[in-house]
Nanobody, 128 residues
Framework: QVHLTESGGGSVEAGGSLTLSCRIS????????MGWFRQASGKEREGVAG???????VYADSVKGRFTISIDNDKNTLYLQMNSLNPEDTGMYYC??????????????????????WGQGTQVTVSS
């Protein structure tokens, strides 16, 4: 069983930064592809960034150059550093994991369907 717990959300002004964390309880973290997804009000959940056990990363075009995903295996924690935030980044951010999906699944159409483990989410609100 895998449990994911996000933290670090909050309210910031446009141009600000936030770092999200996702604590992962899993026997072998190296066997999972990890991803950050977000869901704005009235919209579908979309992939933001992903990382696999080899350290390969992917990003949605909308966040490239602004967001950085990383993982600390010693702490069993996934991070999402978010810089230059804008109001379009507002939404509930979810951490997800899967033992079979490639990292490219994170940013694929309906990529959320490829992930079997989810956290409860953390809210990010960016004001203009």
């Amino acid at each position: 069983q895998v449990h994911l717990t996000e933290s670090g959300g909050g309210s910031v002004e446009a141009g600000g930064s936030l770092t999200l964390s996702c604590r992962i309880s899993a026997y072998n973290l190296n066997s999972f592809t990890m991803g950050w997804f977000r869901q704005a009000s009235g919209k579908e959940r979309e992939g933001v960034a992903g990382i696999d056990s080899a350290g390969n990363t992917v990003y949605a075009d909308s966040v490239k150059g602004r967001f950085t995903i990383s993982i600390d295996n010693d702490k069993n924690t996934l991070y999402l550093q978010m810089n230059s935030l804008n109001p379009e980044d507002t939404g509930m951010y979810y951490c997800a994991a899967d033992g079979f999906s490639p990292v490219s699944m994170v940013v694929a159409v309906n990529g959320r369907n490829g992930f079997g483990y989810w956290g409860q989410g953390t809210q990010v609100t960016v004001s203009s």
